[in-house]
């Protein structure tokens, strides 16, 4: 970086790098904890897992709306310094930051499958489906706002991943044609050349 430029990755592509991974995750721990009886029974513990899994997109979704939502009136235009990171260099390093997390979470599903069958499962990808609707409704403001979200990548580091913590004091904007991600954070859709 030169001239006071900043390496800024997009707040949603952050947001929803755990998305996929978690449901994954979730899914197969799910199915994996279903072959097993568990304390609870198969019944119960699928229903209970049902339960966990909507209550779990709910927290995750609308839990700490109001951190993002701050850094976002303080946003500042991006100079024309700073990098913009690209959508999968973004998610790969918060894959690779949170591995051994989603490792333990995952062993943790399975294992909970001997109590309650499929719960575990069913909560983790309750989890990565409440990241995806938190990414989208970043998306929803980004659009109103038609301008989207960037965060430092140093304080991205410093504050352990997460782009409404402590560390982060504002956002950065582009306009909406800006970066490789549409807003939400998605792949941008590559237009048809006639």
């Not at 339960?51 to 939502?69: D, E, K, M, N, Q």
């Not at 069913?122 to 965060?151: F, N, P, S, Y």
């Not at 997460?162 to 956002?171: E, S």
């Amino acid at each position: 970086m030169t001239r006071g430029g900043h390496g800024l990755a997009r707040v949603a592509v952050v947001v929803r790098a755990g998305a996929a991974p978690l449901w994954w995750l979730g899914v197969v721990a799910a199915g994996a904890g279903a072959l097993v009886p568990g304390t609870t029974g198969r019944r119960i513990g699928v229903l209970a897992g049902a339960a966990l899994f909507l209550v779990a997109a709910a927290v995750v979704a609308y839990w700490g709306r109001g951190r993002y939502r701050a850094p976002a009136r303080q946003a500042v235009r991006a100079s024309r310094h700073d990098v913009l990171q690209d959508r999968a260099v973004t998610v790969r390093n918060w894959r690779r930051a949170h591995r051994w997390w989603l490792l333990l979470a995952f062993l943790a599903a399975l294992g909970s499958a001997f109590a309650a069958p499929a719960a575990g499962g069913l909560l983790l990808a309750g989890c990565g489906t409440g990241l995806w609707l938190k990414a989208a409704w970043i998306g929803r403001l980004e659009q109103d706002d038609e301008a989207l979200l960037w965060v430092r990548v140093d304080w991205l580091r410093a504050g352990a991943g997460r782009p409404a913590g402590k560390r982060v004091k504002a956002y950065r904007t582009t306009g909406i044609a800006a970066g490789d991600a549409a807003p939400g954070g998605s792949r941008r859709a590559v237009a048809a050349v006639a």
